[in-house]
């Protein structure tokens, strides 16, 4: 099945410094990403929709000038939390819907757990 | 707007157990319906998923009927073993996936 991989798998950073998550979609072409973060015990949460060649679209709350997304390609989509502080640690999911079907699953990355310290 | 609604965990079960997931949704139109695993510290694989009304997707002991008239999803597995503990999570497609809140399983031997 289609494979999407994200990079790293973990990191930890100081307050203040950014931090760039990368999604890539191996092998098929990906015009759309999400990205989502999840709390601990919790949901997954929408945080933005990754277009290739547009901008993305931030769900209601997110803040666009903290977690830019570049969509650079079909096939790679990157998060970069901005200066982050202790309250940006959390687990962040990428995924990819399988291209040119309606209503289809979507092919996730395996995560990555963001530590901010 | 589109929403799911999942039953509250934690699940605590024996192995061998009956397994039942309570999985309900409200949307607009017809939505694909999906179950995903989140195994610990990973993200999240693809269990089953149903397209349109009276489908039954099925995998690896796990069943989910397409339920329209009363626009459930419920997940069920006729006996469970230690290595499904994990969170599941009913998800609905309108487009991007909407989730429900997740449901611990925890399996004993």
């Known amino acids: 099945g289609a494979v999407v991989s994200q990079h790293p798998s973990w990191v930890i950073c100081k307050s203040g410094t950014s931090v760039k998550i990368e999604c890539r979609s191996l092998d098929f072409q990906a015009t759309t990403m999400f990205w989502y973060r999840q709390f601990p015990k919790q949901s ?18 997110v803040e666009k000038d903290k977690f830019l997304i570049n969509h650079a390609s079909l096939t790679l989509s990157t998060l970069t939390v901005t200066s982050a502080h202790p309250e940006d640690s959390s687990f962040y999911i990428c995924s990819a819907p399988a291209e040119g079907l309606a209503n289809t699953e979507a092919f996730f990355g395996q995560g990555t757990r963001l530590t901010v310290v | ?108 031997p």
């Not at chain 2, 997931?21 to 695993?37: K, R």
């Not at chain 2, 693809?46 to 626009?71: C, I, P, Q, V």
Request: proline share 3%; aromatic share 12%.
């Open chain 2, 1 to 108: 707007g589109d929403s799911v609604t999942q039953m509250e965990g934690p699940v605590t079960l024996s192995e061998e157990a009956f397994l039942t997931i309570n999985c309900t949704y409200t949307a607009t139109g017809y939505p694909s319906l999906f179950w995903y695993v989140q195994y610990p510290g990973e993200g999240l694989q693809l269990l089953l998923k149903a397209t349109k009304a009276d489908d039954k997707g099925s995998n690896k002991g796990f069943e989910a009927t397409y339920r329209k008239e009363t626009t459930s999803f419920h997940l069920e597995k006729g006996s469970v073993q230690v290595s499904d503990s994990a969170v599941y999570f009913c998800a609905i497609s309108p487009g991007k996936l909407i989730f429900g809140q997740g449901t611990t399983l925890q399996v004993k």
């Open chain 1, 44 to 61: 997954l949460m929408l945080m933005a929709t990754s277009n290739e060649g547009s901008k993305a679209t931030y769900e209601q709350g």
